[in-house]
């Protein structure tokens, strides 16, 4: 047991693409004070860069706020425009896109696995290391990754910001032989997706069951990617239109970043919560690879979301092989959307968690208003939550070994602030 | 010769949008040019086939001077001025592990203050621009 004044807990984020944050933990002997998660949140500057511009822009435009999930973003964006306009893009086109939305699933959650998680279990300070020590294994994994970034490029124009994705569909929809090439790569993916879950499932996972509500999307049918309808664990439903009634931003001192709270509880959105609520709704597959990997049909420890990614990318790549399998071309790459005075909702399953725009627009088509809550926005409070416990039930380690957990509390959630290198700074004050 | 330009930074970040900027330029002339935000893995994959790679990126000195720029064939350590952190150096020190480095690398940095939200570069930044651009395709012309 130690007796310790104070310890403060100091985070130095490294800022990634679309975010900027920080942890300060405090702890007064064994009793932790205060844990602060602090974002910078690109989304609300978005938010203000949207208003007054033309309706069909924020597909391009909120792409810019994540490099890692720009399809995420894309696909909320087009859902919610298109749910203003009262413009339904059929089932055609809907294919496709939930084949470009298994791509960027593919590619964010190996990348997230193979370099910035699995180091944590491995004992390695980061993706570097790991490859130097491992290095078949980090290739099998790039492999991956870029059969997710294929996918990416034959639909979306390309693998980092596509450009082929607008309002209504597409610019251009691929031939039947651009899909077949992509079906080879892919048949190989699903090996490697396979080795994935294997390779994860024999890591050591601490003991930690979270009590957050869960919030995620359900759909009619299939594993929930691009559409859905919000389902909590608490058995609550709500149509997307009423998100914000359910789902309430609030300011919080030490961060520029909103929190939420769903009907003013802590909740999680993201890999356990889209398992746990959509398990029944796998592959065959998935489901007896999950059972392989020792996984139920719900998760509730964070450690093991490393597992669940798995078990998503195994789901992705076969989704996208049956995908090609039935494709149908359109007979035109994008349906006619036109404006008029309304307030549009779209909620798509980004790899971190449930992604919600809204806008309103006039008749003429320009935005008067954008919202946008990110997933990691919403799993902020759950993370803090998670950090505390850990800090608390484990006050006798140095600090040093301190300061490792608590990274690997924040990356289990695989936070837009995720960094591979290891980002925790700590300082010890004695009074 | 196999070369590959990849401006690396954020539009919507102010000067850190200088990388894409001389890429967007270099692309112009007819030269293979990408656009990057530095992700590690995708860095990667970009110079994946090319022999001769040049990236073009934003940091922060200080003091520092608003587009003052320099060549080196080392990845800058120390604070990047870009909202993406340290792509560049985490992305050379991962292909050399896994064995993947291009046979040539060249860096391009542009000293940089404001990477504040917002799009457009400051004056003394855009006016390096067209410096970086001539220095780019001379650098492609010397090794090819």
Redesign the interface.
């Known amino acids: 047991m130690t007796h310790r004044a104070n310890r403060i807990l100091q985070v130095a984020g490294?800022?990634?693409?679309e975010g900027?944050g920080s942890l300060h933990v405090r702890t007064k002997g064994d009793q932790v004070e205060s844990v602060e998660l602090a974002i910078y949140e690109?989304p609300r500057?978005f938010e203000a860069?949207l208003r007054g511009r033309d309706f069909r822009e924020p597909p391009d435009i909120t792409a810019?706020v994540c490099?890692?999930c720009p399809v995420a973003y894309q696909l909320s964006a087009c859902r919610a425009i298109e749910d203003a306009c009262g413009a339904d893009v059929g089932h055609r086109l809907r294919a496709l896109r939930r084949l470009l939305y298994c791509g960027e699933w593919i590619s964010s959650h190996t990348?997230h696995i193979y370099?910035l998680h699995a180091p944590d279990f491995l004992g390695f300070p980061d993706?570097?290391?790991m490859?130097?020590a491992h290095?078949e294994t980090?290739?099998r994994g790039?492999a991956l990754?870029?059969a997710g970034?294929l996918i990416m490029e034959t639909i979306g124009g390309r693998?980092?910001h596509p450009v082929n994705v607008r309002v209504g569909g597409f610019y251009r929809v691929p031939e039947f032989p651009e899909l077949r090439a992509l079906a080879d790569t892919l048949r190989h993916a699903l090996d490697d997706a396979l080795e994935t879950v294997r390779w994860v499932s024999g890591f050591d996972f601490p003991d930690l069951d979270v009590p957050h509500d869960l919030l995620a999307l359900r759909d009619t049918d299939g594993y929930p990617l691009d559409r859905g309808e919000p389902v909590v664990s608490t058995g609550l439903r709500f149509p997307s239109s009423e998100f914000g009634e359910h789902v309430a931003e609030h300011q919080v001192p030490h961060s520029t970043a909103l929190h939420a709270r769903l009907d003013g509880r802590m909740f999680l959105t993201g890999p356990l919560a889209r398992y746990t609520l959509n398990s029944d709704r796998l592959s065959p597959l998935a489901v007896s690879v999950a059972a392989d990997a020792g996984l139920e049909t719900s998760c509730r420890n964070p450690f093991r979301s490393i597992v669940v990614r798995a078990v998503e990318v195994v789901y992705a790549v076969e989704e996208a092989l049956r995908i090609i399998e039935t494709y149908e071309r359109p007979d035109r790459p994008f349906v006619e959307v036109s404006p008029r005075a309304a307030v549009g909702h779209g909620i798509t399953e980004a790899p971190r968690g449930l992604l919600y725009h809204r806008y309103e627009i006039d008749a003429g088509g320009r935005i008067l208003s954008a919202d946008i809550v990110p997933p990691t926005a919403q799993n902020q409070p759950a993370i803090e939550h998670d950090v505390a416990r850990l800090v608390g039930r484990h006050a006798a380690l140095d600090d040093h070994a301190l300061v490792s957990l608590c990274e690997r509390a924040i990356r289990n959630y695989d936070p837009c602030i995720s960094?591979?290198?290891h980002f925790l700074d700590l300082t010890r004050e004695h009074r | 010769m196999n070369s590959v330009v990849i401006g690396v930074g954020n539009e919507f970040r102010r000067d850190d949008g200088v990388g894409p900027a001389v890429a967007r330029e270099v692309a112009r002339r007819g030269v293979p040019a990408e656009i990057s935000d530095g992700d590690t893995v995708r860095l990667m994959e970009t110079w994946e086939d090319a022999s001769l790679v040049i990236l073009v990126d934003a940091v922060r000195c200080s003091p520092g001077v608003d587009g003052r720029w320099h060549r080196t064939t080392l990845p800058v350590h120390g604070p990047v001025a870009s909202s993406h952190g340290f792509g560049i150096p985490e992305a050379v020190e991962l292909a050399e592990a896994l064995g993947r480095l291009p046979g040539d690398l060249v860096i391009f940095a542009v000293e940089v203050t404001d990477v504040g939200f917002g799009l457009g570069l400051s004056p003394a930044v855009a006016a390096a621009v067209p410096d970086v651009v001539n220095a780019v395709l001379a650098e492609i012309r010397q090794t090819s």
């Not at chain 1, 490294?14 to 693409?17: E, K, P």
């Open positions: 490294l800022a990634r693409v900027e690109p500057f860069f810019r490099g890692i990348l370099l993706g570097i290391a490859a130097a290095r980090v290739e790039l990754k870029k970034n693998a980092i960094c591979s290198a």
